[in-house]
């Protein structure tokens, strides 16, 4: 049998909020000595091609994700199908 944690994540609009979100998972990862899977809506993309409109484009907020994910070993799974599934428009 294998040990790990499974979560949903659901990263707030607000960057304030989100921040809170990678605080706590990176409290949480200091303490989590097996495999965790997280899954859910970061409301953030790890890179500008991530999105399918061209509207304005944060780096600092990405670079805040992107390094969060990096402190806790959190890789991207790769796309399988649509790879864009969801628009404001």
């Known amino acids: 049998m294998c040990n790990g944690i499974f979560r949903f994540v659901y990263g707030h609009n607000s960057t304030a909020q989100r921040r809170s979100l990678h605080e706590d998972l990176i409290s949480i990862s200091s303490h989590t000595f097996f495999p965790w899977v997280l899954t859910g809506d970061f409301n953030i993309v790890m890179s500008k091609d991530d999105r399918h409109s061209r509207g304005i484009f944060y780096r600092g907020k990405i ?8 402190i806790i070993e959190l890789s991207d799974a790769p796309t399988v199908g649509q790879y864009y599934i969801w628009s404001n428009k």
């Open 63 to 70: 670079d805040e994700f992107v390094c969060c994910c990096s």
